[in-house]
């Protein structure tokens, strides 16, 4: 008999008993945790809205809540309809993210996350719209107006609902533009404003100068705007700031400069490789 205790592995059953023991008050814990949610309440109603921009703010979100879900402060935890809120924050054409979770001591966190403007719009019948980083149409509204560079003249893209996609190769060419000049600290410093003229090419309109910057299209922005450098750089010393009214780079490996006053074209053709 003792033979034969000695042969149990206890090492073994001890871990295996002490397991069981723990798993049982896992469970045990759990539908504890599981009756108190049930019947926990609300107690705070904090909200967070992150990004730069400034389109909607604590009262906004907090009225949208009340108004739709009526006042959740006090309410049963499993009476607030949390993804509902959540998906109703995350449809405002401002809103790009909205999360909501609830702590331990029953405060309800809402955390909206706002779109990043990168572009105003105005069309060529004076309609007004934005376009975010993800390439969405966004309404303006008069209580903020970002700090973000404008596009206007012969733009037909008109604004339908909110967060429709870009449509028109024009639109979706200013916004790639944006983000090149964006990335640029002497760009985002010079230009100030893009325009589409009566042919369809854009322009980029200085801080510094007088000058029609005619990029055409959003092809080869690297090589276009170099030629734009090589002009402020080699020819405009040279000239004078008063010599030329416009500054062509839509064609490749070409400076056409339009002089004041006259109709007299000079254009330079580049060899890339000696300037």
């Known amino acids: 008999m003792l033979k ?6 206890w090492r073994l059953l001890g871990s295996i008993t002490l397991v069981l023991i723990g798993v049982v008050g896992v469970v045990m814990l759990m539908g504890l945790v599981r009756k108190k949610d049930a019947s926990q309440t609300c107690t705070a109603l904090q909200i967070f809205v992150e990004g730069k921009e400034t389109f909607i703010d604590q009262a906004d ?3 949208i809540i009340q108004n739709q879900f009526g006042q959740v402060i006090g309410r049963q935890l499993q009476d607030i309809p949390l993804h509902k809120i959540e998906k ?3 449809a405002l054409p401002y809103v790009s993210q909205a999360g909501i979770y609830v702590d331990i001591d029953g405060a309800m966190r809402v955390t909206v996350q706002q779109r990043a403007i990168l572009l105003r719009v105005i069309n060529r019948v004076g309609q007004e719209f934005y376009v975010d980083t993800e390439g969405k149409k966004i309404p303006t509204t008069l ?10 003249g012969n733009i037909r893209e008109s604004f339908g609902k909110p967060l429709q996609p870009v449509e028109s190769q024009v639109v979706d060419d200013l916004a790639t533009i944006v983000r090149h000049i964006n990335q640029s600290e002497l760009w985002s410093n010079q230009v100030v404003q893009l325009y589409v003229n009566d ?5 980029l309109v200085p801080r510094v100068g007088d000058q029609d910057l005619i990029l055409g299209n959003a092809e080869n922005l690297d090589d276009k705007l170099r030629r734009f450098e090589i002009f402020y750089q080699k020819i405009l010393p ?19 400069c339009e002089r004041y ?4 074209i000079d254009s330079l053709q580049m060899k890339m490789n000696k300037l």
């Open 4 to 9: 034969q205790l000695k042969n149990i592995p």
């Open 61 to 63: 979100i907090t009225a």
């Open 88 to 90: 109703a924050l995350t």
């Open 143 to 152: 209580k903020y107006v970002p700090h973000t560079i404008v596009a206007n």
């Open 199 to 203: 042919n369809g090419d854009i322009e």
């Open 238 to 256: 040279r000239v004078g700031t008063e010599a030329y009214s416009k500054v062509n780079v839509k064609y490749a490996d070409q400076i056409i």
């Open 261 to 264: 006053g006259d109709w007299f």
